[in-house]
């Protein structure tokens, strides 16, 4: 099986063709980054409107480097939500403009669907399995039954994680997205001083698996409105906001554990864009070994939003037998888990 597929719901313009003996034949992402610059976040119009200038040259230029044939395809899949309506409606309608035409089956993918099914694209990963799924709109811990079959046990009450990471970086006079930047600034970052930062850890020890992370964006705003920032102050800062935000992490996790539906579970997945976050994976990659569960996340370039993601959600869609009519309609709100019935 051959799959193309779509991926238009941000500011990443993807393309990728992906086969089910789990090949990435051809993977291209462009970012926008250069045209949300100066807006310090991504702005929904001038987002549509570059999806729909460079893909259809990124669909031509992907199935070239692939050297597969429009005919040698057994469906065409793209993102249908959630998402920016105008990008996913250009991704949606450029893959049924190509199904049509190649006379192949249309497959509409979940974004969510697709970050949580990576791990099987590059990993050996039975269901059922635990997913906390790290994005720039997303914090959710759900647990995943089968395909297209997930629970939730827990989501944020306020900010996504990655949210919470851009946020914090702008006020810290970072470029938009904040995390990775964060990220850099690990390296230059003094533990002590760090440590006498002192920031909030929002629902600690609740017994239920949900999230908050506005009080933790609150206090670093306070902190920084009374001070002027050095380089060394922000990489401090920026390390005490990782250890503020993995200790949520962890303790979000384990009382999901003791307290949500969790029989059975023996992985942990994490996934979605922050997700390509090393300080966190190592500090939950530690949870995971003191409780006893596989951990599995994404490579780097597979966490952040990409084509192939949504290529592997069609194979695992289609060997169900799961396509779509041409009728189906881009979706900006698509939550994962009432697809559970
Ligand atoms: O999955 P994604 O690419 O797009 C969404 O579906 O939201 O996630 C983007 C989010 C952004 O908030 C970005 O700051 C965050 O993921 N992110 C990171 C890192 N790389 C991307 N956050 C922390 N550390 C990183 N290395
Ligand atoms: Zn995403």
Known sequence: MIVLGIETSCDETAVAVVDDARRILAHNVLSQLEDHLPYGGVVPEIAARAHLEHLD?????????????????????????????????????TAKAIAMAADKPLIAVNHLEAHALTVRLTDDVPVPFLLL????????????QDVGEYEL??????????????????????PYPGGPEMEKLLAGADAYAAAKIDLPRPMR?????????????????????????????????????????????????EQGLKHMNCDGIDTLVVAGGVAANQYLCDKLKTFCTQQNLRFVSPPVKLCTDNAAMIAWAGIEKLRR????????????????????V
């Open 153 to 174: 046990l827990g989501q944020t009450i306020d900010d996504a994680v990655g949210e919470a990471f851009d946020k914090v970086a702008k006020m810290m006079g970072l």
């Open 133 to 144: 799924l790290v994005s720039g709109g997303h914090c959710q811990l759900l647990r995943v």
């Open 205 to 253: 020890g609740r017994k239920n698996a949900d999230f908050s992370f506005a009080g933790l964006k609150t206090a670093v705003r306070q902190l920084i409105c009374e001070r002027v920032l050095s380089d060394q102050d922000k990489a401090d800062l920026s390390l005490a906001f990782h250890q503020a935000v993995a200790e949520i992490l962890v303790d979000r996790l």
């Open 57 to 93: 040259h990124l669909v031509a230029k992907t199935m070239e480097e692939a050297g597969v044939d429009y005919e040698a395809l057994d469906a065409v899949a793209a993102t249908a939500g959630p998402g920016l309506i105008g990008g996913v409606m250009v991704g949606l309608m």
């Open 321 to 340: 037998g799961e396509i779509n009519d041409m009728n189906v309609a881009a979706r900006p709100r698509w939550p994962l888990y009432k697809e559970m």
